[in-house]
């Protein structure tokens, strides 16, 4: 089949904070299981530690392309990108800083709280021969300069990177679809929740769900003017009676080419 699945989801960092039934380790093979029900070609996380992007693969057969944010390999959380071999190639890839330097890492920027990065990949898809590229990130969630110039960097990186490929941005915003982070990526590109043909399914008001104590709509996947997104998920089922995270995935079957598109926002 020539649709491609791709997921995002904030699978929040490890650290003793989390207690059963939410620790990493109850998570970690509900995360495995999704992965091995779903089967995404493309599959980006936020806040993983390396350690724990490395856990994810195992015997699953994905790999994945990314570094922490503190020195762009083994320290600090990641943007890592997950992909099925057997479906994609991996032409190039890379990391980059939110900030002055995108080559230093590990730095706070325009007021952010925390270091920030993006993770970039240019794919070729075994199927269809498609060349495109995918980009990861995980925006500040105190400062709204951060967040504002962090996205101007990405799309900034995207437009000199690549730019004839159909291209997709991903991640965990911090930022409301009234915002003006969620305003600035879609002048750019198409939140694939508002343009998917066979509309939306899932809570329309969720993606962030803190446990199932809230509810706020933090996480995207963006979609370049090459890419039609055929559907639109956001996931809130459990697995195995407990959650994946305190986000939900979010998950779009696309395919390449443009056709016919919804005017207003799902």
């Given at each position: ?7 995002t989801?904030?699978?929040?960092c490890?650290g ?16 495995r ?19 724990q ?7 699953t ?30 032409l ?32 070729r ?30 799309q ?8 004839d490929?159909?291209?997709?941005l ?24 508002g ?65 016919r ?6």
């Amino acid at each position: 089949m020539n649709e491609l699945k791709v997921v995002t989801l904030n699978v929040r960092c490890e650290g003793p904070w989390d207690k059963s039934p939410n620790s990493w380790a109850d998570r970690l093979p509900r995360i495995r299981k999704f992965l091995s029900n779903e089967c995404p070609a493309l599959f980006g996380v936020q806040e993983a530690y390396i350690q724990q992007a490395t856990s994810l693969t195992g015997d699953t057969g994905y790999r994945f392309i990314g570094g922490g944010r503190d020195d762009f390999r083994q320290k600090g959380e990641s943007c890592a990108i997950f992909y099925d071999p057997l479906r994609l190639e991996v032409l190039d890839w890379g990391n980059f800083a939110l900030g002055d330097n995108p080559a230093v890492p590990g730095v706070c920027a325009w007021g952010a709280a925390c270091p920030r990065m993006a993770t970039w990949g240019v794919f070729r898809d075994q199927v269809t021969g498609q060349r495109f590229s995918c980009y990861n990130t995980h925006l500040d969630h105190i400062g709204m300069e951060a967040q504002v110039n962090g996205l101007k960097l990405i799309q900034d990186q995207m437009a000199a990177h690549c730019p004839d490929f159909p291209q997709l941005l991903m991640g965990d915003f911090n930022a409301t679809p009234d915002s003006p982070v969620w305003t600035q990526a879609s002048a750019v590109l198409e939140d694939a929740r508002g343009i998917a043909l066979q509309g939306v399914c899932g809570p329309r008001d969720a993606t962030f769900h803190n446990w199932g104590q809230s509810a706020k709509v933090i996480d995207y996947i963006f979609v370049s003017r090459g890419l039609t997104v055929l559907n639109y998920r956001v996931d809130d089922r459990m697995v195995d009676g407990g959650y994946l995270s305190d986000h939900y995935p979010v998950i779009v079957e696309l395919m390449f080419g443009a056709t016919r598109r919804p005017l207003v926002l799902a």
